[in-house]
C-alpha cells in the first residue's frame, strides 16, 4: 500500500510498503486525513515520543475494509467510520477513575504508532466510531479537533456567560469562536496576528482584533466598560499572547489553556490572585467528547467545513509540510485526500 513516512527531520516521502497485518483488529481504508500542529511538531523532528520512520496522522476518516479474526464487531465492511485516536494503558489512576484520556502514559495513532496518512490504517475495534451513511468522509476528518474544542468548552464551570474573548484562530480557535458565536453570546471577541486567519474569520462574524494594529488589552477593557471578558479561550500556544490572558480577562474569569503551549511559559500569576481568575488546563477529549463531536459535526457540516483550507493527495506531502513551515500557505486545516 501507499504511504506517507515521515523518515528523519523535515522528509516525508511516498513509500510503497506492505498492508499491515490485522489479525484481532480493524482493517480501514483511510479517506482523508487532517495535519495537526503535532504532526508537524513531528514531522520538524521536536516531538518528544515520535520516532521515524512513522506514518503520522490521528485525524483521520474512511471505511471499514476488512475485521480480523477473532474481533467482536457490529461494524461492517464498507460502513463509514472515524477514529478516536487516544491509546490509554487502562491502569494507571486516571485510567481508573474513568478520566482515560488524561493517562498517564496516554499514546495517540500517529504519534506513538502508525496512524493514518497512508491507503490504509490498522486500529483496535474500540477506537472505532461508526459515522451516519451520509456523513461526507472529508468532514469527518475534523471530527478529532471538534472534539478537542467540545471538551474544552466543557472545562468551563461557568454558564450562560456574557462576554468571551478567544486568542488565537487557527482551525482550532475558529471552531471554538464560531460555537460560542452560536451559544448567543453578547459580546465575542478574537485575537489573531495573521492578518489571512483574521479575515476568514471576520468572514464568518467574528470580530477580530488584530494585535499588529490594536492593543487587544485596551481595546477589550473599552468595550466591557473596563471589566475584561468573563470567558478567555487560549489557543495560540503563543508565550507573548500568555503575558495578555489575564489582563483580558475579568474578576473571576474563566481561562481556558485550549493550545499546548511547546515550553513552559510565563504568566501573571499575581493578576490571577487579585482577580480571582481560574486557570483550567485541558488535553484531547473523553470518549463521550468523541462521540458528541460525530454528532456536532453531522448537524453542523457547512460550519466545520468552514476550518478546512486545503486538500493535497499524499503524493505532495513533502511539498505541504514544507510549506506550513515555511508559513507559505496561508493555511487554516489542510486534509490529506487518500
Ligand atoms: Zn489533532
Ligand atoms: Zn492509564
Redesign the pocket.
Known amino acids: 500500500m501507499k504511504a506517507l513516512v515521515w523518515t528523519q527531520k523535515e522528509h516525508v516521502e511516498i513509500q510503497d510498503i506492505p498492508q499491515p497485518d490485522y489479525t484481532g483488529r480493524v482493517l480501514i481504508k483511510v479517506a482523508y486525513a487532517g495535519i ?1 500542529g ?1 504532526d508537524v511538531s513531528v514531522y520538524m523532528g521536536k516531538h518528544p515520543r515520535a520516532k521515524a520512520p512513522l506514518i503520522m496522522g ?2 483521520f476518516s474512511g471505511t471499514v475494509a476488512a475485521i480480523g479474526e477473532g474481533v467482536k464487531t457490529d461494524l461492517q465492511p464498507g460502513d463509514k467510520v472515524v477514529v478516536d485516536p487516544l491509546i490509554f494503558c487502562g491502569k494507571c489512576n486516571a485510567c481508573l477513575n474513568g478520566n482515560t484520556h488524561v493517562c498517564r502514559t496516554l499514546n495517540l495513532y500517529g504519534v506513538d504508532c502508525d496512524g493514518g496518512m497512508a491507503e490504509y490504517a490498522v486500529v483496535d475495534e474500540s477506537c472505532i466510531l461508526k459515522l451516519p451513511a451520509d456523513m461526507p468522509l472529508k468532514m469527518a476528518a475534523v471530527i ?2 471538534v472534539a ?1 474544542v467540545i471538551h474544552g468548552l466543557r472545562m468551563i464551570k461557568k454558564n450562560f456567560y456574557a462576554s468571551a474573548c478567544v486568542v488565537g484562530l487557527g482551525p482550532m480557535g475558529l471552531l471554538t469562536a464560531i460555537m460560542l458565536k452560536d451559544s448567543g453570546i453578547n459580546q465575542l471577541f478574537a485575537v489573531e496576528a495573521n492578518e489571512n486567519r483574521a479575515q476568514y474569520a471576520r468572514q464568518l462574524g467574528i470580530e477580530v482584533i488584530n494585535p499588529k494594529d490594536t492593543d487587544p488589552v485596551a481595546y477589550i477593557m473599552e468595550r466591557t466598560g473596563n471589566e475584561g471578558v468573563e470567558i478567555l479561550v487560549e489557543a495560540s500556544g503563543s508565550p507573548a499572547a500568555a503575558k495578555t490572558i489575564t489582563d483580558i480577562t475579568g474578576v473571576r474569569g474563566e481561562i481556558l489553556l485550549l493550545s499546548v503551549f511547546k515550553e513552559p511559559t510565563a504568566l501573571d500569576l499575581r493578576a490571577i490572585n487579585f482577580k480571582e481568575q481560574s486557570l483550567i488546563g485541558c488535553r484531547v477529549y473523553t470518549q463521550l467528547d468523541f462521540k458528541d463531536a460525530v454528532t456536532y459535526t453531522y448537524k453542523n457540516l457547512d460550519k466545520v467545513a468552514a476550518v478546512v483550507s486545503h486538500t493535497h493527495p499524499i503524493e505532495g506531502g513533502q511539498e505541504v509540510f514544507q510549506d506550513i513551515i515555511g508559513g507559505k500557505t496561508e493555511t487554516m486545516k489542510v486534509l490529506f485526500e487518500l
Open positions: 495537526c503535532s490521528h485525524e478529532e479537533p478537542v
